[in-house]
């Protein structure tokens, strides 16, 4: 395993164990992530992350700071989604998530 892989599993794990504490990203971090306007959940055929079939995906209108056109694109693999719907980290990014479509 390179450092850099390391180093993303090991970022990824501290994230979801502060996300399963109940912890949630601070204001600063929410308003430079993505933000994904009228989106929806969707399940999609990823053989190539991790060996899993299907995994779960956000599928919205997407933008930010810098990039404000909005998009219609999909995220990756959903690793821990909000119980209060406000964000989502996915494949170590995290997005803030807007009206739900």
Known sequence: MTQQKADHYGETRCALEFYASGGVPSEA???????????????TDA?????MRRVMAIEG??????HPTRIDAST??????DRK???????GTLYRLLKRH
């Not at 209108?61 to 810098?66: D, N, P, R, V």
């Open 61 to 66: 209108q997407m933008f930010s700071e810098a």
């Open 85 to 91: 719907l406000r964000f989502a980290y996915c494949a």
């Open 29 to 43: 971090a929410l308003a430079k992530a993505t933000q994904i306007d009228d989106w929806f959940v969707v399940y």
């Open 76 to 81: 990756g693999p959903v690793l821990w989604l």
């Open 47 to 51: 053989p190539a992350w991790h060996g």
